[in-house]
């Protein structure tokens, strides 16, 4: 949205009369298929809405109207989900040719446009495309700039990875009982091959649940190991294989015309699970784990080549590519950024680095704090947990309040919550659990108060002017380990290696992260601080961490906070 309102708007009056360009560059927004409106799958909705419903969803219907969900802000997160596009269009579909959203695309990959703006997924779906020979989903370019690129490797794990849940099968096998076929002998067969699905995917789904790598671990790790036994390797033969006998029986099978679109979805959703348990069946050159979603399970895997993988389809095929971030280096070493992605194996020559200082005036704004005398971190110790309970207490009272507190564990932050709400403090407390965020618009209006969270806050929340004016950073986010870390680790001739190259590059990637929280504009103001021992003078990581956060004056002394808020803070602040 800044490139569309700001930044190409200004060049665009400018260089005309420079007689750079002869009209105003143009630029658009790309998103995935799921983001928009489905003709089809929006009248099949009205046909069976009640009339409350169908008033909302009719000013859908028109040629003229937006067919971007994002625009239709009057419908819930569900409604959009049974309207959206979903899978592969049905080339029999009765709105094929009148489809918004063809004509749309079509649109997007025409050359009309200067500038093209789509996330990561989107433009390695392309990279995809173009690898297997397949219309690209976006025009050819001459150059492309990857922003906020500290995320292309998850968006890369997340394209090239694969993933298979029985979340994924069970919808499916009970949208095969609910077609109508026209021959009731082969809808039988067709019934009984689906409940067979259902059944391997529950004894995968079981296998994996009674996985004794899952019991005891921190709940702050989502992936878990699995070592796929033969029973395993069965299972998910037998998902491939009754996938596919199933495509074919439903191929040949006549279903009722209005569910001919229906019946193209499934054959679409059954060739996806039968190529992502083949995948997971031959899992040579896969690193493997499981990920628990509720009651359900899912097992994953990426390619233990990705890095190759990436040269092979993307760096190496000689487009301009600009990575830019503000958390993309660990102290200005881009070392282990170009290992993951792969841009290690360019030429060097080919390579150009360049570190910018933060636009912020972090010595008049900020101010760093690092407790001394603290204990070595241990979430398991209702002792050191208590100690940072009065740390906190400690910061909250010089700051009044207007507090964030990051933790790196959801328990510990559970523990730390209770301690803190039995000392009767004047401020309101707000937790951010897992997947929910409606505690940041509550702290926000608090007017003082303090949010205490985990995950998402550590990156991409924006919280500016006085509300957070204090950030402390309960614990050095070190990543939990996991069965990718614990493959990379063997890529090292030693554990100090690994550490060195990967671990600690990655604490501070993410520190920088949840530091940036703090100050988000020009006139922000406020105090960051670290309650880890590892900080502080003489601790392990000191150096390392001073040289990755902006440069600012550093305090032990929570006297100096109290200072500092009463000569950066109006009146206001305080009442």
């Given at each position: 949205?800044?490139?569309?309102?700001?930044?190409?708007?200004?060049?665009?009056?400018?260089?005309?009369?420079?007689?750079?360009?002869?009209?105003?560059?143009?630029?658009?927004?790309?998103?995935?298929?799921?983001?928009?409106?489905?003709?089809?799958?929006?009248?099949?909705?009205?046909?069976?809405?009640?009339?409350?419903?169908?008033?909302?969803?009719?000013?859908?219907?028109?040629?003229?109207?937006?067919?971007?969900?994002?625009?239709?802000?009057?419908?819930?997160?569900?409604?959009?989900?049974?309207?959206?596009?979903?899978?592969?269009c049905d080339y029999n579909c009765a709105y094929r040719e009148r489809c918004?959203?063809?004509?749309?695309?079509?649109?997007?990959?025409?050359?009309?446009?200067?500038?093209?703006?789509?996330?990561?997924?989107?433009?390695?779906?392309?990279?995809?495309?173009?690898?297997?020979?397949?219309?690209?989903?976006?025009?050819?370019?001459?150059?492309?700039?990857?922003?906020?690129?500290?995320?292309?490797?998850?968006?890369?794990?997340?394209?090239?990875?694969?993933?298979?849940?029985?979340?994924?099968?069970?919808?499916?096998?009970?949208?095969?009982?609910?077609?109508?076929?026209?021959?009731?002998?082969?809808?039988?067969?067709?019934?009984?091959?689906?409940?067979?699905?259902?059944?391997?995917?529950?004894?995968?789904?079981?296998?994996?649940?009674?996985?004794?790598?899952?019991?005891?671990?921190?709940?702050?790790?989502?992936?878990?190991?699995?070592?796929?036994?033969?029973?395993?390797?069965?299972?998910?033969?037998?998902?491939?294989?009754?996938?596919?006998?199933?495509?074919?029986?439903?191929?040949?099978?006549?279903?009722?015309?209005?569910?001919?679109?229906?019946?193209?979805?499934?054959?679409?959703e059954l060739e996806g699970i039968g190529q992502r348990a083949g995948a997971?069946?031959?899992?040579?050159?896969?690193?493997?784990?499981?990920?628990?979603?509720?009651?359900?399970?899912?097992?994953?895997?990426?390619?233990?080549?990705?890095?190759?993988?990436?040269?092979?389809?993307?760096?190496?095929?000689?487009?301009?590519?600009?990575?830019?971030?503000?958390?993309?280096?660990?102290?200005?070493?881009?070392?282990?950024?170009?290992?993951?992605?792969?841009?290690?194996?360019?030429?060097?020559?080919?390579?150009?680095?360049?570190?910018?200082?933060?636009?912020?005036?972090?010595?008049?704004?900020?101010?760093?704090?690092?407790?001394?005398?603290?204990?070595?971190?241990?979430?398991?110790?209702?002792?050191?947990?208590?100690?940072?309970?009065?740390?906190?207490?400690?910061?909250?009272?010089?700051?009044?309040?207007?507090?964030?507190?990051?933790?790196?564990?959801?328990?510990?932050?559970?523990?730390?919550?209770?301690?803190?709400?039995?000392?009767?403090?004047?401020?309101?407390?707000?937790?951010?659990?897992?997947?929910?965020?409606?505690?940041?618009?509550?702290?926000?209006?608090?007017?003082?108060?303090?949010?205490?969270?985990?995950?998402?806050?550590?990156?991409?929340?924006?919280?500016?002017?006085?509300?957070?004016?204090?950030?402390?950073?309960?614990?050095?986010?070190?990543?939990?380990?996991?069965?990718?870390?614990e493959y990379e680790q063997t890529l090292y001739p030693s554990m100090a290696?690994?550490?060195?190259?990967?671990?600690?590059?990655?604490?501070?990637?993410?520190?920088?992260?949840?530091?940036?929280?703090?100050?988000?504009?020009?006139?922000?103001?406020?105090?960051?601080?670290?309650?880890?021992?590892?900080?502080?003078?003489?601790?392990?990581?000191?150096?390392?961490?001073?040289?990755?956060?902006?440069?600012?004056?550093?305090?032990?002394?929570?006297?100096?906070?109290?200072?500092?808020?009463?000569?950066?803070?109006?009146?206001?602040?305080?009442?």
């Open positions: 949205n800044a490139c569309l309102g700001e930044y190409l708007p200004t060049p665009s009056t400018m260089l005309p009369g420079g007689c750079v360009i002869r009209e105003p560059l143009t630029c658009v927004l790309r998103n995935g298929r799921e983001h928009y409106l489905c003709e089809r799958r929006l009248r099949t909705c009205l046909a069976d809405a009640d009339e409350t419903t169908q008033q909302v969803l009719l000013p859908l219907l028109g040629r003229t109207a937006s067919i971007d969900l994002a625009d239709a802000e009057q419908l819930t997160p569900y409604m959009k989900r049974r309207i959206n596009v979903t899978g592969r918004r959203h063809r004509w749309h695309t079509k649109q997007m990959k025409s050359n009309a446009f200067d500038f093209q703006i789509c996330n990561h997924q989107l433009l390695l779906a392309d990279t995809f495309h173009r690898r297997d020979g397949h219309t690209p989903l976006i025009p050819h370019y001459q150059a492309v700039v990857i922003d906020e690129s500290h995320k292309f490797l998850a968006a890369a794990r997340q394209m090239y990875g694969v993933e298979l849940a029985g979340t994924d099968i069970f919808p499916v096998t009970e949208d095969i009982r609910n077609l109508a076929f026209k021959s009731s002998e082969g809808g039988v067969k067709v019934r009984r091959d689906a409940k067979k699905l259902c059944g391997q995917a529950k004894r995968l789904t079981k296998l994996l649940l009674t996985n004794k790598d899952a019991e005891g671990t921190d709940e702050a790790s989502d992936r878990i190991s699995v070592a796929l036994d033969t029973t395993g390797i069965r299972h998910l033969r037998n998902i491939r294989s009754i996938s596919a006998e199933l495509l074919t029986s439903l191929t040949e099978e006549q279903v009722a015309p209005r569910q001919t679109g229906r019946r193209a979805h499934i054959l679409w997971l069946e031959k899992h040579g050159n896969l690193i493997c784990w499981q990920e628990r979603r509720g009651d359900d399970v899912a097992l994953c895997a990426i390619p233990n080549n990705l890095d190759e993988l990436l040269y092979q389809h993307f760096w190496s095929k000689g487009v301009p590519a600009v990575l830019t971030s503000g958390t993309l280096s660990a102290g200005g070493d881009f070392s282990h950024i170009k290992r993951a992605l792969g841009l290690h194996r360019l030429v060097p020559t080919y390579l150009m680095e360049t570190t910018q200082p933060s636009p912020f005036d972090h010595n008049s704004n900020t101010l760093l704090y690092i407790s001394k005398g603290m204990p070595f971190p241990d979430n398991r110790s209702r002792e050191y947990l208590a100690t940072i309970a009065d740390e906190i207490e400690r910061l909250l009272k010089a700051a009044h309040g207007h507090a964030a507190v990051l933790f790196t564990s959801y328990k510990a932050m559970d523990i730390v919550r209770e301690m803190l709400e039995g000392r009767n403090l004047p401020y309101s407390i707000f937790q951010l659990d897992r997947g929910k965020t409606a505690a940041i618009g509550h702290f926000r209006e608090s007017n003082g108060g303090v949010l205490l969270a985990s995950g998402a806050l550590w990156e991409g929340i924006d919280i500016p002017g006085d509300a957070l004016s204090l950030l402390v950073i309960v614990r050095l986010p070190f990543a939990v380990p996991d069965p990718v870390s290696a690994f550490k060195d190259s990967v671990v600690v590059p990655d604490m501070l990637v993410k520190l920088k992260q949840g530091a940036g929280r703090l100050i988000r504009t020009e006139t922000d103001t406020g105090v960051i601080a670290i309650l880890d021992s590892r900080a502080q003078e003489g601790g392990q990581y000191r150096e390392r961490i001073l040289q990755a956060l902006p440069q600012c004056p550093i305090t032990t002394n929570s006297d100096d906070i109290t200072k500092f808020i009463h000569k950066t803070k109006a009146l206001g602040y305080f009442i």
